[in-house]
Structures are given as structure tokens and as C-alpha cells.
């Protein structure tokens, strides 16, 4: 739920950038319980001049398209779902915790948690945004952080985009997951796509007070919000919710990372649950963030019809997880068809808790090279985005890295001067599976410049 903005940072629910909702966690098929929904053979994706053609379906392009060509081209891979993927492994061994450890109360013992795996990423305005109970004029929704179709509808930036249908739907508990997308960052850990899995169960009064002979109820009345508890939420069922919550998250972290592994609370803020907590796990001589969670906003609940239950959601980003476990470097690198690279998760294929560490096989080392512009628009400048996707564009899996190493505001205006203001980013170069030569990637600086002169407000320096 991190991941609408940095701001907010959790549905996204971890794998964060600036302008996640919520750090997600999100799932694929599973088995016997698990299942797709609104899936396809295929995107059939491609951009004409007045509009965007994907899943069949034609979007009327309008002033806030911006989706781009290589962005599309990765609706397809669905990363996720490829066998002996890394990402796979990560969604598999989630599915296996949840599998193991809960179930219904039948003779059959059926999996409690229902698996969806195969969304349209397609979403419309009010599924990514309104229905999460995000304002009109939240940050997240920004043209620069989202892949626009149009107006009405956009690539999804988290999984929590499909939270109110699956629970309008009847489901009490679910993991879904899927491919996100996001006009971001360009270093080791963000790209325009990544992968989430988010988690939702719902509880009625008997399920949270089963065993209280006098259950103090779920909703209380003329309360005020606290630190612990939603105002119409009784203080007892809040304290229920969030203890179940974290067993849950606790012992998915010990199944991934192994029994011994140290955990820490924090509290954060997210726009649609209440309290929310990250949890951070102490790995490699590090505490690391690997998740976001917390009792949902009964307001959710309410527009989908789930009014008389309360309920939990958590989320996690599925690069982020498979970066820590397997010591991945490069989120780049799960987009790789290099043999090199995909044939050290074979062993895991089969067995999924097979023990299994990266080994680099390239050690070249990162070129730089300068771009610097002037701009008008100080320090509120909101074009970051726009360089980054125009590198993206040009260098493809070449750019390894895009930072801000200089700023300063023009020092011989004069009073009544428009007040220029000086940008300079440093661009690494270092594909993670071929050397780069240097002739490549002078070639690539030129139209990089020459895109960020014509496309950006900006004078090139």
C-alpha cells in the first residue's frame, strides 16, 4: 500500500518508489484454490496516433496518454508466472506459507486464502485512487508517476487497485499478484515494471470473537481515532486484528528467511488502512523493509457491501523479496533471457525451498556521463520523471543508474531576473549481461540530450 507516493508509501507495499501506495504483496496461481481472473492470451499491445490498443480494447489517447512503447512491450512477459522465474519462486513459497497455514473450517480442510494471479492490468481511475480513498489532488496521481492510457484509465501502480472488486465479489481472503507499473527512479532497485503481491482477509464478529463468550462486538459508537484504532472500531476488535495481522506476517517472514530471523515493528502511515505498521527484518547484518500492512479503513469495507466485517491487507513488492533471498543485484536482471542468469533458479524450480545464491558473471565496471540543463522551475522542477523515461527509451537495460549530483540557483540574477535554476544528473552505464562499448553509449548521451532539449522545458548546458 506504499506505492501511490513517497509520500504514502505502502500499497505498493514495499518495493517502493517515490510515489508507491502501499509495498504489496501479490500472488499467481496457485493449485487447487487458486485461480485467474480477466486473464489473456495475449495484449496484442501497440500505440497508433489517436489510440492505445491493448487487450483488445481501444483507448482513446487525450492529454494525459503517456504510455510508451517499451512499457507495453512488457504487459506480455508476466514474469511472475514463468516457471522457473525468480519472481515465481518468491510467489510460490508465499502460496506454500499460506497453503501450510490456514485453512477452512471443513472437513476437507480447503486452503482459507483464494490465489489470483492473471489480472488485466488495466484499471480505471477510480479502481487505482478513489475506491483506496485517495483525494483528488493526492500525489500519486500525478501524469509523472503513472503510465496513462488516457484520462479514465492507466497501467495499475499496485495491486491494491483490485482490493473493493475481489472483496465486492464475496472473497473474505485473498492473495493476489501481479505486474505494476511506474514512471520512477532509474538505479538498481526500480523499473517501469515490477511485481507485487497483496494480501486481504476479512473477519465477521464470530470469526475475530470466536472463542469470547461475550464478544465486545467490532464497531463502536461516538469513539474517537486513536494511534491504536479506527473511531468506529471498539478498541478490543482493532487489538484482535492487529495481533493476527502480525502472527501472520512474522511467520511468513520465518518461512522465507528462516526461523532465526530478527523482526521489528514500525509505525507509517497509509491512506487506506489504520494503523499501519513496515516491517523490517535484521538480514545480512542489516535491518531491511521488506513489507507494509495494517487494519483497513472501514470506509473500504462499507462501499463494497462489507460493512458488518473488519479486516487486515498487507502488501510486498516480489523483486524486493527475491533481491534480499537471493542476493540479486539489479532489479534489471529479472528481465533477463540470458541463460547465464536463469539457469542458477533451476534447482529451485522443483523444489522451491532449495537453497539458491546469485552468482555474478559479469564484473565490467559503470561508465559515467553528465547531463545538465537550466530550468525556470527551481526546486519545485517536476521533469525527473521525464529524463528518466527518455533514458529508459534510448539506452534500454544499458542505463544502470540516474542521480541528482549538483543543483544551484543562478548567481548573477539580479532583482526582477527570472530566477534560473541549474540541474545536473550523472548517468551510469553498465549493462547486466554485455559489456557496452564506448561508442555505444556517447551515441546514446547524444540523443538522449537530443529527446531532453526537444521534449523537456529545459536549455541544455
Given amino acids: 500500500m506504499k506505492h501511490l507516493a513517497s509520500s504514502v508509501n505502502m500499497a505498493t507495499f514495499l518495493v517502493a518508489s517515490r510515489g508507491q501506495l502501499w509495498k504489496q504483496i501479490i500472488f499467481t496461481s496457485c493449485s487447487r484454490h487458486c485461480s485467474t481472473a480477466s486473464g489473456s492470451t495475449g495484449s496484442n499491445a501497440f500505440l497508433s496516433e489517436h489510440h492505445t490498443h491493448l487487450f483488445g480494447h481501444e483507448y482513446p489517447n487525450d492529454d494525459m496518454t503517456n504510455v510508451v512503447p517499451k512499457?507495453?512491450?512488457?504487459?506480455?512477459?508476466?514474469?511472475?508466472?514463468?516457471?522457473?522465474?525468480?519472481?515465481?519462486?518468491?510467489?510460490?513459497?508465499?502460496?506454500?506459507y499460506f497453503d501450510q497455514t490456514f485453512h477452512k473450517s471443513n472437513p476437507s480442510k480447503t486452503p482459507l486464502f483464494t490465489c489470483l494471479d492473471d489480472i488485466n492490468p488495466v484499471v480505471t481511475v477510480e479502481q487505482n485512487f478513489?475506491?483506496?480513498?485517495?483525494?483528488?489532488?493526492?500525489?500519486?496521481?500525478?501524469?509523472?508517476?503513472?503510465?496513462?492510457?488516457?484520462?479514465?484509465?492507466?497501467?495499475?501502480?499496485?495491486?491494491?487497485?483490485?482490493q473493493a472488486q475481489y472483496m465486492r465479489s464475496g472473497l473474505d481472503a485473498f492473495l493476489l499478484a501481479g505486474d505494476v507499473?511506474?514512471?520512477?527512479?532509474?538505479?538498481?532497485t526500480h523499473y517501469p515494471c515490477f511485481h507485487q503481491m497483496e494480501g486481504v482477509r476479512l473477519f465477521s464478529p464470530g470469526e475475530l470473537f470466536n472463542k469470547e463468550i461475550t464478544p465486545p462486538g467490532l464497531f463502536a459508537q461516538n469513539a474517537e481515532?486513536?494511534?491504536?484504532?479506527?473511531?468506529?472500531?471498539?478498541?478490543?476488535?482493532?487489538k484482535l486484528v492487529e495481533a493476527d495481522l502480525k502472527a501472520t506476517l512474522e511467520g511468513l517472514v520465518r518461512h522465507l528467511f528462516g526461523q532465526d530471523i530478527k523482526t521489528e515493528w514500525a509505525t507509517e502511515y497509509f491512506p487506506f488502512t489504520h494503523p499501519s505498521w513496515e516491517l523490517n527484518i535484521f538480514f545480512q547484518d542489516k535491518w531491511l523493509e521488506v513489507l507494509g500492512c495494517g487494519v483497513m479503513r472501514q470506509a473500504l469495507l462499507d462501499n463494497v457491501g462489507a460493512s458488518g466485517k473488519i479486516g487486515w491487507a498487507f502488501g510486498v513488492g516480489l523483486e524486493r523479496l527475491a533481491m534480499i533471498l537471493y542476493n540479486i543485484p539489479d532489479i534489471r536482471m529479472f528481465w533477463s533471457k540470458d541463460p547465464r542468469f536463469l539457469d542458477q533458479f533451476k534447482p529451485a524450480a522443483e523444489d522451491i525451498n532449495a537453497p539458491v545464491k546469485f552468482q555474478r558473471y559479469l564484473t565490467h565496471t559503470v561508465v559515467t556521463k553528465d547531463i545538465?540543463?537550466?530550468?525556470?522551475?527551481?526546486?519545485?522542477?517536476?521533469?525527473?520523471?521525464?529524463?528518466?523515461?527518455?533514458?529508459?527509451?534510448?539506452?534500454?537495460?544499458?542505463?544502470?543508474?540516474?542521480?541528482?549530483?549538483?543543483?544551484?540557483?543562478?548567481?548573477?540574477a539580479k532583482p526582477g531576473d527570472a530566477k534560473f535554476s541549474s540541474y545536473c544528473y550523472r548517468m551510469g552505464y553498465r549493462a547486466p549481461d554485455r559489456e557496452v562499448s564506448d561508442d555505444e553509449i556517447n551515441e546514446i548521451q547524444m540523443r538522449i540530450r537530443e529527446k531532453v532539449s526537444a521534449r523537456m522545458d529545459v536549455t541544455l548546458r
Fill in 71 to 96: 512499457v507495453l512491450d512488457m504487459v506480455d512477459r508476466k514474469l511472475h508466472q514463468a516457471h522457473a522465474h525468480p519472481l515465481n519462486l518468491i510467489k510460490r513459497r508465499i502460496h506454500q
Fill in 130 to 162: 478513489d475506491e483506496l480513498l485517495l483525494p483528488k489532488d493526492h500525489v500519486s496521481r500525478r501524469k509523472s508517476d503513472n503510465y496513462y492510457l488516457n484520462s479514465t484509465h492507466l497501467l495499475r501502480a499496485h495491486t491494491s487497485a483490485h
Fill in 181 to 188: 507499473y511506474r514512471r520512477d527512479s532509474v538505479d538498481c
Fill in 225 to 238: 481515532e486513536t494511534p491504536e484504532h479506527q473511531d468506529v472500531h471498539t478498541a478490543a476488535a482493532a
Fill in 372 to 412: 545538465s540543463f537550466w530550468t525556470l522551475a527551481g526546486r519545485d522542477f517536476q521533469g525527473e520523471n521525464d529524463l528518466m523515461e527518455i533514458a529508459r527509451e534510448e539506452a534500454g537495460e544499458s542505463i544502470e543508474s540516474i542521480e541528482l549530483i549538483d543543483y544551484f540557483e543562478n548567481p548573477k
